[in-house]
């Protein structure tokens, strides 16, 4: 029997940084089946599931913790998850009557901006189950511009009008393109 780990870690971005990670899982038998990965402002910010034998589990965990024990940077939480890391499966209903789909949306930037879009998904019932988000100088003027690309989970009753309606009433300037 499998156990299935849900690791967080943020440390100062370096070479090595995943080899460590990957190296430690290996040497305990576990198995990287995913994860996403990215630099921030010269942080390493990475979120990964992994499978482990129930008997290696602590021995793994251990090991992780010596890993980052060893770095005063790193930091590391651990959680034990269902195989499908089915955490918030009981919260969404049946998932079978929710629609997925994938939006890019675009807008000057402005503090709060985030809030303002995951207030109108959250009052919709629609669950973000990826989010990217970047600000990268408008072509034109330069300024400031916002874009995000989000894979939602919807109650099937909402339709994509109507998301997307919603979305664009937060700001004149702001362009959403739901993605077939």
Request: hydrophobic share 45%; aromatic share 4%.
């Amino acid at each position: 029997m499998n156990t299935y780990l849900i690791l967080t870690v943020i440390a100062d971005d370096r070479p090595g940084l995943v080899d460590s990670l990957a190296a430690t899982i290996g040497e305990h038998a576990g198995n990287w089946l995913e994860s996403n990965m990215s630099q921030l402002a010269g942080k390493f910010a990475g979120i990964l599931r992994i499978g482990v034998a129930a008997d290696a589990a602590e021995s793994l965990v251990g090991a992780l913790h010596a890993l980052a024990a060893g770095d005063s940077s790193f930091k590391l939480v651990v959680e034990r998850v269902d195989a499908q890391g089915d955490v918030i499966g009981e919260a969404l209903g049946d998932t079978a009557a929710r629609q997925h789909l994938e939006i890019e949306l675009v807008a000057n930037d402005r503090p709060g901006i985030v809030s303002e879009i995951s207030r109108v998904l959250a009052s919709l019932s629609v669950n973000v189950e990826y989010l990217s988000t970047l600000c990268e100088p408008a072509p034109m003027s330069g300024e400031p511009l916002f874009r995000a690309h989000a894979e939602l989970s919807m109650p099937s009753t909402l339709l994509r009008s109507e998301l997307s309606e919603k979305l664009e009433q937060l700001a004149d300037d702001l362009m959403v393109e739901i993605l077939d």
